[in-house]
Nanobody, 126 residues
Framework: QVQLVESGGGLVQAGGSLRLSCAAS????????MGWFRQAPGKEREFVAT????????YYADSVKGRFTISRDNGKNMGYLQMNSLKPEDTAIYYC???????????????????WGQGTQVTVSS
């Protein structure tokens, strides 16, 4: 089992930045791929970004590409999501998630992730 706890959410004006953190405990974090998802009111949970255990590649949703950066520090059991140039449509609850295994065609599916944090609210005002 992997326990995940997000932090760093808050209220920010459009164009601003936030850095989300994900603290992992339990099963060796370095063997687990990490992802970030978000869910806005009335909408389904959607993929934001992911980084495999190696950290050698990263994948992003088109809506955040060029603005968000995912990273991880296996030595500290931490994951991060740096969010720049935030827009009101980025407002959502952001979830950190962990997957033991996925492929290049499945990494964006929430069902591929076994471990989930409780979420942190990000609100972007216009």
């Amino acid at each position: 089992q992997v326990q995940l706890v997000e932090s760093g959410g808050g209220l920010v004006q459009a164009g601003g930045s936030l850095r989300l953190s994900c603290a992992a405990s339990g099963r060796t974090f370095s063997n687990v791929a990490m992802g970030w998802f978000r869910q806005a009111p009335g909408k389904e949970r959607e993929f934001v970004a992911t980084i495999p255990w190696s950290g050698t590649v990263t994948y992003y949703a088109d809506s955040v590409k060029g603005r968000f950066t995912i990273s991880r520090d296996n030595g500290k059991n931490m994951g991060y999501l740096q969010m720049n140039s935030l827009k009101p449509e980025d407002t959502a609850i952001y979830y950190c998630a962990g997957a033991r295994y996925y492929t290049r065609t499945t990494y964006s599916a929430p069902s591929e992730y076994e471990y989930w944090g409780q979420g942190t609210q990000v609100t972007v005002s216009s």
